[in-house]
Structures are given as structure tokens and as C-alpha cells.
């Protein structure tokens, strides 16, 4: 069984120009048993995120220097640490551009410092959970007609070419592919991967699909492999099958 993150003392960096806000979150996580850096310039926050090892990083969307954005563009680039972003007015744009780069979840800066605690242990223990899921007994590669996926060193292609997809978008894909034919909801989805309470409206599963599907080259109205069920959620073709909603 993973160890619950929360019973971890974990590094966290926040990046933010709100330095009354970064010290808020410093004094409240750190009795917890949480070591906060803070940064409050774009640079500087890419800086010390590609530098020094970081549990999760909480990152601002407006930020001087380079936008938040763009350092999470940065970031991914060479790592996978789990990301929570924060943005200004929940604006839903935003909350898009983040979520297709590869964020792990979203805030508004409205948010209350206790739901900020309950999105950062949620990215944390799906962390943990991944190092724990790698010390498992190995799972069989899975192999949708170009589609080959291998849970064993969590990795994805398509045809011989290797697809580049977010910790997310990854989790997404090998839940689907574990159960082709089967009907996935949007909830459950969001079960699998993020392991968080969620708004019942909350859209940001879309969005990863729909990033997930770029990458396959899918096309949503005569997908290949990811099919939107409306009104249910979605699920993954069976090769050869036609499937009717």
C-alpha cells in the first residue's frame, strides 16, 4: 500500500509575485511537515524548479519576467514534477492553456488555504502512488491496432513513433485502453487519475482528452481510438468494431 502523502515531508516550491500569499502558504504548510521554497519572478521560479528537487511546485499564471505558462511549457520539457497551478480570476482560458500543457490540477486564487492543502496532498499521493504502481508485479503491454502501451515502464506509441504525452493525459489513455469497448465517466476518469474530490461540473477531463487525441492524430467526430459517448463519458474502440453511440 502507498504511504499517504500527506505522512511525507515533502519539498514544495511556490511560485508567485504575491509575496504576502507565498508567506500565507509557507506559515500554513510548513507545521504541517512541509519544506516551502518561494520564488516570485518567472526565471527565478524555472530556475530553481529545473535546479533543486521539488515534490510539487505551485505555480502562478501571471508572473514578471516569464508568464507562468510559459514556464510550465519550460518545465515539461525536462520534467514531470506535479504541477498546481493558480490563476487570477479562475478564468477559464487559462485554466485550458494549463491544463493542455500539462498541469496536474488548477486553482483560483479565491481559493481557500484548506482546498489549496487538498489539491497539493491529491497531486502529491498520485506522485507516490506512481513510484509504488512501478514496484508492482508487471502488467502486459496492451496493443490497439497502432496503439501500444506499456504500463510496465509507462510509456506510449504509435506505430514506431513514441508519444509524448503528460502523466495525466498517459492515465487517461491506459484506463481507457485497459477496457476497450467499455464506457469510461467522466467521474471515474477523474478517480483514476487525479484522486481528488471534484466539482460535478468540473470540464478539465475534456480538456485532457482533447490534448490526448491531438496527439493521436484522433478526430473526436470519427475517432480512431477514443470515443466520446454523450451524455456518459468516453471509451476506447476496439480495433475492427464498429460502435455505435
Known amino acids: 500500500m502507498a504511504i499517504p502523502a500527506e505522512a511525507i515531508p515533502s519539498r514544495i516550491l511556490i511560485v508567485d509575485d504575491d509575496v ?18 518561494m520564488a516570485h519572478s518567472g526565471h527565478e521560479g524555472l530556475d530553481r524548479a529545473l535546479s533543486e528537487p521539488y515534490a510539487a511546485i505551485i505555480l502562478d499564471v501571471m508572473l514578471p519576467g516569464i508568464n507562468g505558462l510559459e514556464v510550465l511549457r519550460q518545465l515539461r520539457r525536462k520534467s514531470d514534477v506535479p504541477v498546481l497551478m493558480l490563476t487570477a480570476r479562475g478564468d477559464e482560458a487559462d485554466r485550458i492553456a494549463g491544463l493542455e500543457i500539462g498541469a496536474d490540477d488548477y486553482l483560483p486564487k479565491t481559493f481557500s488555504i484548506r482546498e489549496l492543502l487538498a489539491r497539493l496532498r491529491a497531486v502529491l499521493r498520485r506522485s507516490t502512488m506512481a513510484v509504488a504502481v512501478a514496484e508492482e ?24 513513433k513514441p508519444l509524448n504525452l503528460t502523466p495525466i493525459e498517459y492515465q487517461i489513455l491506459l484506463t481507457l485502453a485497459r477496457a476497450p469497448g467499455r464506457v469510461r465517466t467522466r467521474e471515474q476518469l477523474l478517480d483514476a487519475v487525479a484522486d481528488r474530490s471534484f466539482d460535478a461540473f468540473d470540464r478539465s477531463i475534456d480538456v485532457h482528452v482533447s490534448s490526448l487525441r491531438k496527439k493521436l492524430g484522433d478526430d473526436a467526430k470519427t475517432p480512431r481510438f477514443i470515443e466520446t459517448v454523450r451524455g456518459a463519458g468516453y471509451r476506447m474502440r476496439k480495433p475492427g468494431v464498429e460502435i455505435e453511440s
Do not use: M, N
Request: with cysteine; hydrophobic share 40%.
Open 137 to 160: 508485479p508487471s502488467e502486459a503491454p496492451i496493443q490497439l491496432g497502432e496503439l501500444w502501451i506499456d504500463p510496465e515502464a509507462r510509456s506510449a506509441a504509435l506505430g514506431d
Open 20 to 37: 504576502k500569499l507565498c508567506r500565507l502558504v509557507h506559515d500554513y504548510l510548513e507545521p504541517l511537515g512541509y519544506t516551502v521554497d
